[in-house]
């Protein structure tokens, strides 16, 4: 089946320590690739998508076809980066998305 | 331009009552989407529509049904709630072209059945 994972469901840093935030993906062919943040109580926020090579509030993602993964990172993690966050897929023709079941960054001052 | 707006915020049911979930949005999306977020679950998808008059099932959609009869509007029904339901509920819209541009998100309903 396809499947985005994350496999870390709690992810505890400190106050500038790097942070990873693990995603692999199990789809075929060209994957299309997201990362969304949902900041306590929120809507779900876009943060980065694959095809820009973008790189927002300091994360950016890499996508690595041969690892089947899409990891986030950032190399100094701030206490309002404590947060949902969601890797998710777009296939299909009607742009449906699949997420994975999210990880919850906390970042300790 | 106020993007996806959900109405109510809050609601708290009786198992076997109904009610329906407010959607709509302003950017003249054609593609609509709901999604219930469970705890450790991620989100799964229900219903979807790609313009008005088209509904399909995603994930999810037993106890749930959905009607589309204009592009700004994407109500989600429940006819029989039972506690299963409980859920904080998103919908999402999206314009057609390319994949990269994401979805906009309504701000949820959080749904308590007892």
């Known amino acids: 089946a396809q499947r985005v994972t994350q496999p870390e469901k709690l992810l505890s840093v400190f106050k500038g320590a790097p942070v990873e935030l693990k995603c692999n993906y199990s789809y075929s062919g060209s994957p299309e690739l997201f990362w969304y943040v949902q900041y306590s109580r929120q809507r779900l926020q876009l943060l980065l998508r694959?095809?820009s090579r973008e790189s927002i509030k300091g994360f950016t993602a890499d996508l690595n076809k041969g690892e089947t993964s899409f990891h986030l990172k950032k190399p100094f993690a701030q206490e309002e980066d404590s947060a949902m966050y969601y890797c998710?897929?777009?296939?299909?023709?009607?742009?449906?998305?699949?997420f994975g079941k999210g990880t919850l960054l906390t970042v300790n001052p | 331009n106020a993007g996806v707006t959900q109405t109510p915020k809050f609601r708290i049911l009786k198992i076997g009552q109904s009610m329906t979930l407010q959607c709509a949005q302003d950017?003249?999306?054609?593609?609509m989407y709901w999604y219930r977020q469970d705890p450790g679950m991620g989100l799964k998808l229900i219903y979807y529509?790609?313009?008005?008059?088209?509904?399909d099932k995603g994930e999810v959609p037993n106890g749930y049904n959905v009607s589309r009869s204009t592009t700004e509007d994407f109500p989600l029904r429940l006819e029989l709630a039972a506690p299963s339901q409980t859920s904080v509920y998103f919908c999402?819209?999206?314009?057609?072209?390319?994949?990269?541009?994401?979805?906009?998100f309504g701000s949820g309903t959080r749904l308590t059945v007892v």
């Open positions: 950017m003249n999306h054609n593609y």
């Open positions: 529509s790609v313009g008005a008059g088209i509904t």
């Open positions: 998710a897929y777009c296939g299909g023709s009607n742009y449906k998305l699949t």
């Open positions: 999402a819209s999206k314009s057609p072209g390319p994949r990269d541009y994401g979805y906009t």
């Open positions: 694959h095809i």
